[in-house]
């Protein structure tokens, strides 16, 4: 948010690295004009264009974060407000990845990925926001230090989990559900490997488990290692355990005994 005149407060709004007013931009995002083939074929000349917009979002998202060292990339609902429960434990989780020496990643929104980034920073930690151009866009919270606004999901979303090693999920919505379900996948067809998944909140999750265990495993459509994928738990610390040790069995199979970070995802 940026101050107006008189205490007015207009929201901004996140194009890539500039920052416009809410009151200069309409409703449309670079992803629905990409995705929306409606309308005139004056796509054919503009798509191929827009090949070079996204790369240039890989390039600022690897230069950006090359360095950041171990980090865990936590979601959660944009929604939960301040008082409620979830936002605390949202900033004692922020607080105990630092305080474990991992940098903490959110989507950069208000809510839960607040609670985290701001968890991080109270604790001397680095505090990682990756925005997203939305019609509702609401900018990077205040706790972000290092923070990068993209106009593709799919950038975004790489970005989450090339640069992390394990999620951590709060109750959330379809956003939250939408990260959470690529991480299984990239898991379960070992796209990536030793990267842990943790739901934190046991009566927001355990519904899901169980319709996965009961419908979709008993259906055949996953195999029983599948489940093992994700962990779920209502205590921060095991949470944050979770993702050291994670950690130190990647240490423990690098080469000379990896006295330094491992991506999960190794070289290219």
């Known amino acids: 948010m940026s101050e107006a005149s008189d205490g007015d407060r207009v929201p901004e709004h996140y194009r890539g690295r500039e920052v416009m007013r809410r009151r200069q931009v309409g409703t449309s995002t670079t992803d629905q004009r990409l995705l929306d083939t409606r309308g005139p074929t004056d796509w054919v000349h503009t798509d191929p264009w827009r090949v070079l917009r996204i ?74 926001g990756l925005g997203i151009e939305l019609p509702f866009e609401q900018g990077l919270n205040e706790y972000v230090d290092v923070g990068l606004n993209f106009r593709y999901f799919f950038v975004r979303k790489t970005m989450f989990v090339k640069y992390a090693q394990g999620f951590v999920v709060l109750p959330g919505g379809f956003g939250t559900f939408d990260e959470l379900f690529e991480a299984m996948t990239l898991v379960q067809t070992r796209k990536v490997t030793s990267f842990p998944i943790v739901l934190v909140g046991t009566s927001y999750w355990s519904g899901l488990v169980d319709w ?22 209502d205590d921060v610390d095991e949470a944050v355990e979770i993702m050291t040790a994670a950690r130190r069995d990647r240490a423990d199979e690098a080469p000379g005994g990896g006295s330094g970070p491992v991506s999960p995802n190794g070289p290219d």
Not at 76 to 87: F, H, K, L, N, P
Not at 215 to 225: C, E
Request: hydrophobic content about 40%; aromatic content about 6%; proline content about 4%.
């Open 212 to 233: 996965i265990r009961a419908t979709v495993l008993a259906d055949g459509k996953i195999s029983p290692p599948d489940l093992d994928i994700v962990r779920v738990t």
């Open 55 to 128: 790369q240039s979002e890989f390039v600022d998202g690897f230069g950006a974060l090359a360095e950041l060292g171990p980090a865990i990339s936590v979601f959660g609902s944009a929604r939960t407000r301040r008082e409620d429960r979830e936002y605390a434990l949202g900033v004692a989780i922020g607080r105990g990845l630092a305080r474990a020496g991992f940098a903490v990643i959110t989507g950069g929104g208000p809510g839960s990925m607040e609670a985290a980034n701001r968890g991080a920073c109270e604790a001397g930690g680095t505090s990682v």
